[in-house]
Structure formats: C-alpha cells, structure tokens
C-alpha cells in the first residue's frame, strides 16, 4: 500500500463508509462488465487501460473479500457474488446520478442570478463597463446592482442580499475578505470662477481641512479617505449621497468638493470644473472587491471578478 493511500485510510480510518465501500469509478466500471460481459470492453467504455481496469476489479475483490469476476480466455462473467454486487452497485450510482443532477440544479440557480453591491464611484463610472463584458459571456444570467455608500454594501453583503461588493474606503470591513482590484485618486474641484481656481501655488492640507466642503455623507469611502488624510474636516458645506450630486453643486458654484478623478474627467475637460493641487495630504485609496470570510466568489461573481483585473 502506498504511503499516502495508507495516511488517507488512517485519516478516515476502518469505521468509514469510504474506508469500506468502492469508490463510485470501480462501481461504474463493475456495471459496464456486467452490461458487456469483457473487461477489455468495460475498460474502453470507462476510458482506460485493461490492466489498469483489472488492476482495480482485483483490489474491489480485496476490499470486499469476495470474488467479483470470472476471467476466461471468451470473457468475463460474474460470480454469484458479483451478481449480487453489481446490483448494490447500480443503486449506489443511480443515487450519485440523483446526487450529481440536484448539484447542477443548485448551480444553475446560482448562475441565473447575480446580485452586485458596490459603492458609488464605482458603481457610477466602473461597474456599467464590467457588467457589459460579463453580458457577452453569460448573456442568460439576471444582472441587479445595489448602489450605496461603502458602509451600505458591507451591510448587504453580510445580510446575504449581495454576492458581490466593491468599496473604496481605507479598510476592509469586519467580516468580509477582499481583493485590490484597483487604484483611484481623489481630487479638490471648484467652478472656474471659485477664488481658488486662480491660485498660483498648491492649497496646504491644513487650509483644506479647515473649509467647508461639499461632501458626501458619512459611512462613504471618500469621505472616510478625506477625513484620515486630513486628520478632520470641518463642517460641511452640504453633504450629499451620490457622487452625482456632489459633482453638480461644484459646477453650480456652490463651493469646492473632492471627487474621485474617474468622476470628473469630462469635467475637467470642459473647464466646467477646475482641480486644485494639494500638498501635505495623500488623497489616493485601493478600490476593492469584497465578500463574506470565507466564501469565496463562484460562478457569476467569480467571473465579474476576474473582469475587472482584466
């Protein structure tokens, strides 16, 4: 007996079921005998050798102390024994067959649907691109997503109403693993006619920590980065719920926000909006796809995932 043969019967040890039943391969391969009466045709049938086929009828035999076949120059047949076996054996694998059908039933109602919950830079400017690819490769799977705060789709994920979650907050939040799918920069803008948009040397931190800002409302990973970069911020000038919204104000001249720059390029380009340089503060964050411990994304979900490293 082979080293790890033996370490695998001592770890399930002689009062198993697996330690005292064939596996379902020797199962299935006694079956075919017994439906073609030649091992050498049973063996093709299962797709492999004879010798290897015999090989496994002989240590069925051993495992179960009995005779199972007969061996003759125009065939094989079954004992008595074997008779009696292969009928015990034909039960075992149509319950596998029932086993396996209800297992791909289970898959297939988890790859019809999937649930997405993600913060709102990324669902607003990220998302829609992914969600599109993942269309191409699974055109029959009900896409849903549930935009909020980073704080929101912890929550979601952890009442089992997500499959998957993106937030762009500093940390990871209690009771969900996740992997950096990306990187984001945060950026000062205000209306071209803001006196700020005339500076001529960057905005210090401390300046930009004491003014009050159009923000978003508490719980979302911007203002979670803002605040750990700048050690605190005054009070806000409005604060908003969508990064949507936020931006408008800025354009209207209501005051100066900081948005994520994946949020304010065609902004900027327009010179609807401005950016302000900052020195003395890091406004950079990881953006990253989330999930509970230990359960890792499958079908769907692991798809998405492997979309936005691509």
Do not use: C
Request: without cysteine.
């Amino acid at each position: 007996m082979s080293e790890a043969r033996g370490a695998a019967q001592e770890r399930r040890g002689p009062g198993s079921l697996a330690y005292r039943v064939p596996d379902l391969g020797a199962l299935e391969l006694l079956l075919a005998v017994a439906r073609l009466g030649s091992l050498g045709a049973a063996a093709r049938e299962v797709g492999i050798t004879q010798p290897a086929a015999s090989s496994r009828i002989r240590s069925m035999e051993r495992q179960l102390g009995v005779a199972l076949v007969d061996r003759s120059p125009r065939g094989s047949r079954l004992t008595d024994a074997g008779a009696l076996v292969t009928d015990w054996a034909r039960r075992v694998v149509e319950a596998a067959e029932a086993f396996d059908a209800g297992a791909q039933a289970l898959r297939d109602r988890r790859d019809s649907r999937l649930r997405v919950a993600a913060s709102m830079t990324i669902a607003e400017y990220l998302l829609p691109g992914w969600l599109l690819a993942l269309r191409a490769e699974r055109p029959d799977t009900a896409v849903s997503l549930l935009a909020g705060n980073s704080a929101a789709v912890a929550e979601r994920l952890l009442a089992d109403e997500a499959d998957l979650g993106f937030v762009e907050g500093l940390t990871v939040p209690a009771g969900l693993d996740s992997a950096v799918i990306g990187h984001d920069r945060l950026i000062v803008v205000t209306a071209p006619a803001h006196p700020w948009a005339r500076r001529r040397r960057p905005l210090a931190a401390a300046e930009l920590a004491a003014t009050p800002l159009i923000l978003r409302e508490r719980g979302s990973g911007t203002r979670q980065v803002l605040d750990a970069a700048l050690g605190g911020l005054a009070r806000p000038l409005i604060e908003l719920s969508s990064t949507t919204a936020v931006k408008a104000s800025a354009v209207s001249g209501a005051g100066p926000a900081v948005l994520s720059e994946l949020a304010v390029g065609e902004e900027l380009s327009m010179r609807r909006l401005v950016s302000i340089p900052v020195e003395g503060a890091t406004l950079t964050r990881d953006l990253r796809a989330v999930w509970p411990t230990g359960h890792r994304p499958a079908g769907p979900a692991r798809e998405l995932l492997s979309l936005t490293r691509g």
